[in-house]
């Protein structure tokens, strides 16, 4: 039973569902764990052991009467600080929301729970959700499992080191500009980013958010192996109507010829060999599994995208989002509202228009692009995960986060779904390889991912690493 925290999600669900374990051994295992390794980490910032089994002795009932318990049946899975859990604060990591308590949940919330997962807490987020590292003022640092001395990833960092350390099977997190997959390549684990419309959103204890986040900000999984983040983007997408934005589009789209490109520095990004290297050998590995795999140099715009984004991401809420900052004080998200001050205020009604437009046509060019092939696959990062709080310390190291993040800046501002694969270790720092396909092909992006996992990714659970 002490080891219940290291199935993976499918294979626990089957369990329950069969009765060799209960969802309550599962939540106990979970809380179990979660109080043995997250005061190293500070991976989840709150949590009521009291209300998890009562979610999973509800999930027991269901199965004693023979009722469907669904798919995530007893999993203990994480939620996010930054939407809304009934009865609990939508902090965002914020000294300013920390009575800001939801009266109703979130729509993946309430698609996670109708499929049976019990949630074990919420994890931790920068503030603002805006930054690829995770510390803020009310909760603290979250410390990565694998390595204290490089970041968790953000702004789901503490999602990702929560199922790392094996905190949860399944851990829900938010992406506006690589904050699911980039805190997953730092954390050795593997997240999905789903395309704009896929899963539902919304909170209602915040204002509503500006048009910008709202067609570029998604929810979506995090797991230790591709089938447990297929298992849980298939629960998270269900319909709900308050979201407006939520397309009907199905979960497997038509079969295609499995034809992959690798671009191992994608619109000339200087890419670290460690990095260039796995991305190579995940084309081998896909080439081992029967897929044409051809390496690319010339890819649809891609910088200029990250570009488009940064400044829909910020400019649209700009002065509103900044009076915030300073009242909170938080020095993370201070360093990058004021470094991109020029950015956010250069874009006025006109430029906004001519943004959109332009993305129009960058879209276009990407679907033309996934008319040939399947997937592509590419570097999340050009760097390996960064040292702790590198985007501190100067301005010329807030500019090479920058940088080295294109890839994951650029994907939310054409649509495109995207996969992060953990594909081993660098000493006992993680590497993997982003992959991408067309609107509404998150199943192209596992069915590769498999592929690519296949060949072999570093060891998960982990126990936290000292300093």
């Given at each position: 039973?002490?080891?219940?925290?290291?199935?993976?999600?499918?294979?626990?669900?089957?369990?329950?569902?069969?009765?060799?374990?209960?969802?309550?051994?599962?939540?106990?295992?979970?809380?179990?764990?979660?109080?043995?390794?997250?005061?190293?980490?500070?991976?989840?910032?709150?949590?009521?052991?009291?209300?998890?089994l009562a979610q999973a002795d509800a999930v027991d009932a269901a199965i004693a009467k023979g009722a469907d318990a669904g798919p995530l049946a007893g999993v203990p899975i994480t939620i996010k600080v930054n939407v809304d859990q009934a009865g609990f604060a939508t902090t965002n990591g914020?000294?300013?929301?920390?009575?800001?308590?939801?009266?109703?949940?979130?729509?993946?919330?309430?698609?996670?729970?109708?499929?049976?997962?019990?949630?074990?807490?919420?994890?931790?987020?920068?503030?603002?959700?805006?930054?690829?590292?995770?510390?803020?003022?009310?909760?603290?640092?979250?410390?990565?499992?694998?390595?204290?001395?490089?970041?968790?990833?953000?702004?789901?960092?503490?999602?990702?080191?929560?199922?790392?350390?094996?905190?949860?099977?399944?851990?829900?997190?938010?992406?506006?500009?690589?904050?699911?997959?980039?805190?997953?390549?730092?954390?050795?684990?593997?997240?999905?980013?789903?395309?704009?419309?896929?899963?539902?959103?919304?909170?209602?204890?915040?204002?509503?958010?500006?048009?910008?986040?709202?067609?570029?900000?998604?929810?979506?999984?995090?797991?230790?192996?591709?089938?447990?983040?297929?298992?849980?983007?298939?629960?998270?997408?269900?319909?709900?109507?308050?979201?407006?934005?939520?397309?009907?589009?199905?979960?497997?789209?038509?079969?295609?010829?499995?034809?992959?490109?690798?671009?191992?520095?994608?619109?000339?990004?200087?890419?670290?060999?460690?990095?260039?290297?796995?991305?190579?050998?995940?084309?081998?590995?896909?080439?081992?599994?029967?897929?044409?795999?051809?390496?690319?140099?010339?890819?649809?715009?891609?910088?200029?995208?990250?570009?488009?984004?940064?400044?829909?991401?910020?400019?649209?809420?700009?002065?509103?989002?900044?009076?915030?900052?300073?009242?909170?004080?938080?020095?993370?998200?201070?360093?990058?509202?004021?470094?991109?001050?020029?950015?956010?205020?250069?874009?006025?009604?006109?430029?906004?228009?001519?943004?959109?437009?332009?993305?129009?046509?960058?879209?276009?060019?990407?679907?033309?692009?996934?008319?040939?092939?399947?997937?592509?696959?590419?570097?999340?990062?050009?760097?390996?995960?960064?040292?702790?709080?590198?985007?501190?310390?100067?301005?010329?190291?807030?500019?090479?986060?920058?940088?080295?993040?294109?890839?994951?800046?650029?994907?939310?501002?054409?649509?495109?779904?995207?996969?992060?694969?953990?594909?081993?270790?660098?000493?006992?720092?993680?590497?993997?390889?982003?992959?991408?396909?067309?609107?509404?092909?998150?199943?192209?992006?596992?069915?590769?991912?498999?592929?690519?996992?296949?060949?072999?990714?570093?060891?998960?659970?982990?126990?936290?690493?000292?300093?």
């Amino acid at each position: 039973m002490n080891d219940i925290w290291r199935l993976s999600a499918t294979e626990l669900a089957s369990q329950i569902r069969s009765k060799k374990l209960s969802a309550r051994e599962a939540a106990s295992a979970a809380i179990a764990r979660l109080n043995a390794v997250n005061p190293a980490i500070n991976a989840v910032i709150d949590h009521r052991p009291d209300e998890t089994l009562a979610q999973a002795d509800a999930v027991d009932a269901a199965i004693a009467k023979g009722a469907d318990a669904g798919p995530l049946a007893g999993v203990p899975i994480t939620i996010k600080v930054n939407v809304d859990q009934a009865g609990f604060a939508t902090t965002n990591g914020l000294t300013l929301q920390r009575d800001l308590v939801a009266r109703t949940n979130s729509p993946v919330v309430d698609n996670l729970r109708k499929a049976g997962a019990v949630i074990v807490g919420r994890t931790n987020t920068p503030a603002f959700s805006a930054r690829w590292f995770t510390t803020n003022l009310l909760h603290g640092e979250t410390r990565n499992p694998r390595d204290p001395s490089i970041t968790p990833g953000g702004s789901s960092g503490g999602a990702a080191a929560a199922v790392t350390a094996g905190i949860g099977h399944i851990a829900h997190g938010t992406d506006i500009a690589g904050s699911i997959r980039y805190p997953a390549y730092a954390c050795g684990v593997h997240g999905l980013r789903p395309t704009i419309g896929r899963i539902p959103a919304f909170n209602a204890s915040s204002p509503e958010r500006p048009i910008g986040p709202q067609i570029t900000a998604v929810s979506g999984p995090l797991a230790r192996t591709v089938g447990d983040v297929r298992l849980a983007f298939h629960a998270m997408s269900k319909r709900d109507p308050r979201d407006p934005w939520w397309v009907p589009a199905p979960l497997e789209g038509p079969s295609r010829e499995k034809r992959a490109a690798i671009c191992l520095r994608p619109d000339g990004l200087e890419t670290v060999k460690e990095v260039s290297d796995a991305v190579a050998d995940a084309g081998k590995r896909l080439a081992r599994a029967g897929w044409t795999v051809e390496e690319i140099t010339e890819i649809p715009p891609f910088e200029e995208a990250a570009d488009l984004q940064m400044k829909l991401w910020l400019s649209d809420g700009y002065d509103a989002l900044r009076d915030m900052a300073e009242r909170e004080g938080d020095p993370g998200a201070l360093a990058v509202l004021r470094d991109q001050e020029s950015v956010a205020r250069a874009l006025d009604l006109a430029a906004f228009s001519k943004l959109l437009t332009r993305r129009a046509t960058l879209v276009r060019a990407w679907e033309m692009f996934f008319e040939t092939y399947a997937v592509i696959v590419m570097p999340p990062c050009g760097e390996l995960p960064f040292e702790w709080q590198l985007d501190l310390k100067g301005d010329a190291s807030l500019h090479r986060v920058l940088r080295a993040q294109m890839p994951q800046i650029a994907l939310p501002f054409i649509g495109m779904p995207g996969l992060t694969v953990s594909t081993g270790l660098v000493g006992r720092v993680p590497v993997g390889v982003q992959i991408v396909a067309g609107r509404y092909r998150e199943d192209l992006c596992l069915l590769a991912g498999e592929a690519i996992e296949a060949g072999g990714v570093p060891a998960s659970p982990v126990d936290p690493v000292s300093a």
